[in-house]
């Protein structure tokens, strides 16, 4: 019997780096200051996007995708308009069906990037130019024994990465008054001869509904670029997708410095791509 688990794409750096854009929402940190926010994330899938993008099940029935994040993003004022930031990610990914259980924990892909704010005289509305480099803190490895056409969960591309970004945030005064938003897109390239390259774009819209309380949507995408025989044969990665994702939060603030976050996302839309949602929990700290 042949069992097949089509390639999801379950990349860190992709999909949790619009998960902190609710409570950030792009604003400068401040010279001298900190921001730090833990976060635990978990996703799942038991269908998927063919390269057509038809909505189909994981084979045998009752087959299943999940991942556990742990993670850290963090960021240090280093001056007035530029900020250091940092991810580190811990992840734990599962695929299951009848007769076949495959699972991985490790470091996933780390990222280590500056900020730069450009001057303006409006101080609720914010242009930034972001670039980071990508590095992967594990190694993905191979089992020799599972069944035919089954392979590993595995973390990420296993390459350097870099990605820059280009960002619009502000705070409404007048029309819809102290509501905010913050809008990217970028460029994300792998450094190995299969790629991939990769488009992507958040846009996030908060409105606070009291001096504790905030909610807030966003609409994420990426679209990926590699070569086309990367999608199965290299480590069962999948280099060539795209998909659409919807997110909505809600943030409580504890205190001037902390604030507590939860969201729900679900993915709308994709190509070759495992088709999911999931909910996150994460704390937002500046000192």
Known sequence: MKLKFKPTAILFTILFSVLYTASYAGFPIGKGKWLLSPMYSYYGANSYWDKLKVLTP???GNGKFTSNYF???GGFGVDK???FIFNVPFVIQTYQNATTLVQNASMGDASLGFSYFFNNDNPFKHTSLSGSLLIP???????NNLPANVTMPYVGFQ????EVKLGFSGTNIKTLKNTYYDVEGGIRQYFSASGPTQAFFNATFGVPLDNYWKLAATLS???SNGTANAITNVYGLNRDFSYLRFTFAAGYKISKQTSLWANVFTDISGRNIGAG???SLFAVIKF
């Open 58 to 60: 994981y084979e045998n």
């Open 81 to 83: 308009n530029v900020d």
């Open 137 to 143: 803190l594990y190694q993905n490895s191979v089992i």
């Open 71 to 73: 993670g850290v993003y």
């Open 159 to 162: 390459t350097l990465g870099a």
């Open 221 to 223: 995408g990426v679209n």
């Open 277 to 279: 949602h999931g909910f």
